[in-house]
């Protein structure tokens, strides 16, 4: 199977609509923190992808509303996430780090190695 | 003591369920307006005959954050998280009066993922039961 079809076939699998999560960026020295908030979201259906300096979250939501129950209220939606974000020209695509904990996927992206600071020796 | 400030919300007419239709929307918006609802942390109610099922979004944060106290037909939910320098620190307080009286040796509370879900049996006395009729001649 082609990469086109075994991709359509896995967005087709996403049980509910996407949205957009909550993004948080903090910058540093050493690099960039990007908090997404995916509560009902497990490490399993996370999908995070860099392509050309672009990372993709999509994520694959199994969390589902309690069986036989009838829905009385609902102050928020259970579905799935996505969202795109072009990364800085100063960052290192190379060495992402991600983690999943508590609903909150947090992706620590370096800056490139030149950028990074460093302290010179300084020599006798 | 008890002037704490936090919203009485009985979520179980349809009412609310007209108002609160499936509409998914930006989550930052949403959380934004949950608390100005006083409506934090977020919650989905769900019932049928035999229990009441409640999951509250709380993203981030620990189940050590929550504190859960039960009244014979109302729940109070705290979320209070005990790193305070953390981005996305919110604290929330309200109280939800349940559709029957729930038993609460029997109530579980499961979080998973950044959902906290409350499953609340109802209680022996609040079951249906069938009265029988006698007749006097």
Known sequence: MNKEAKDLEKRCSYQYQSVTPSVYVAEDKEGYVITYEIPGVGKEDVDLNVENRTLMLRTDNKFSPPADFKCMAREFPVCNYAVSLDLPEQADPTSIKAKVANGILTVKLPKRAE??????AISQ | MNNDKFFNISPWNILNEMLNAERPF??????????????????NFYVSDKAAVIDFEMPGKNPDDVDIKLEPQAVVIEVAPKDKAKEMSESGKRRIELPFSIDADKTKAVFKNGILRLEMPKSESAKL????????N
């Open chain 2, 26 to 43: 930006n989550s930052m918006f949403r959380t934004l307006a949950s608390r100005i609802e006083g409506r934090f942390p977020p919650a």
């Open chain 1, 115 to 120: 950028l990074q600071p460093r302290k010179i």
């Open chain 2, 129 to 136: 039961k069938k009265i029988t009729i006698d007749t006097e």
